[in-house]
């Protein structure tokens, strides 16, 4: 944890518990249980080509067990240099020292670039002053955290689940919530499609606020009904109902000013690409990468 976070989690648990925090030396240092971790490099699916960063590292145990169980590498960042120590320490005895690293360094001055896969577990302010970043991240880069969400950017998936031994809140439970960084989709998409022996443009417009899609249709300029427009990262899914074609779907990964996938239409599967004639800014706001001062992995 940071020491802006550590401030803030302080204040939270003088207000709100008794005894709430294992007292690492002179801050408080909160333990994610191990089932949670589990349950958050499921919920990411962590696998072996994955390089996992978990910010405020603590002892380890996120990345340790990203390394030992699922054969992915990453690092870890915390203040505390005793906390890095001990996490050194403990990658080495689980074996993964070579793929799981600890440094001593503030979350907001950590270069997140080569992230597939983010783990946090920071209060909300936290997050909510991480989230440009997160969102300046490559397209796909997954996101999971402990108990805390990012303001108004919805989770893909969020869920609680029991968390034994766990040294904050009354029930012991704890929530796990799961982003993939979405892409700049919106904007204005053309293709052609035959239809009824006729060659005939489409035209679909997205509006983009996170990975959340507004669309509206249209064929030979007339307005197709959009039954559904979802994206995950950088692939965006359609169905549209398409008079003399019925129910069409369309399915894609974006590179550069382009679609590229495949059309599904009456069970039949045949190749589909798409171009973008105009780009439209999400509403919510990404950040530029910052620039970092950072020492080399």
């Known amino acids: 944890m940071s020491l802006v976070m550590r401030g803030l989690m302080m204040m939270v648990l003088a207000a709100v518990l008794p005894v709430a925090a294992q007292d690492f030396g ?3 240092y909160v333990q994610t249980p191990q089932p949670v971790v589990d349950a958050m490099l499921e919920t990411a699916k962590v696998g072996r080509d994955d390089y996992v960063i978990d910010l405020g590292s603590g002892d380890g145990r996120m990345v340790i067990t990203a390394a030992k169980k699922r054969g992915a590498r990453g690092f870890g960042v915390d ?4 906390l890095v120590a001990l996490a050194n320490a403990n990658a080495r005895k689980a074996g993964v020292a070579d793929r799981a690293k600890f440094y001593a360094r503030d979350l907001f001055h950590t270069d997140l670039s080569a992230a597939t896969v983010l783990a ?4 909300p302010e936290v ?7 997160i969102l300046a991240l490559k397209p796909g880069t997954r996101v999971v955290s402990h108990d805390y969400g990012m303001g108004d950017w919805t989770p893909d998936v969020e869920y609680e689940m029991d968390a034994p031994g766990k040294t904050v809140g009354r029930n012991q439970r704890s929530k796990v919530l799961f982003w993939v960084v979405p892409d700049r989709m919106a904007g204005r998409w053309l293709w052609s499609m035959t239809v009824d022996g006729r060659k005939l443009p489409v035209e679909v417009l997205l509006k983009q606020n996170y990975q959340k899609l507004e669309a509206s249709a249209t064929i030979d300029g007339r307005a197709l009904p959009v039954e559904s427009a979802t994206m995950s990262g950088t692939r965006l899914d359609l169905v549209l109902n398409i008079p003399g074609a019925g129910r069409v779907s369309f399915s894609g990964t974006r590179i550069n000013q382009a679609l590229d996938g495949e059309m599904v239409a009456g069970g039949t599967k045949s190749p589909w690409s ?3 004639t105009e780009i439209i800014d999400p509403a919510h706001v990404i ?3 910052p620039v970092i001062r950072e020492f080399p992995l």
Do not use: E
Not at 79 to 82: E, N, P, V
Not at 120 to 123: A, D
Not at 127 to 133: E, I, S, V
């Open 274 to 276: 798409a171009v973008r």
């Open 127 to 133: 997050n909510l002053m991480t989230r440009g970043r």
């Open 287 to 289: 950040a530029p990468p």
């Open 26 to 28: 002179d801050t408080p």
């Open 120 to 123: 946090i577990y920071l209060l």
């Open 79 to 82: 203040l505390d240099k005793r």
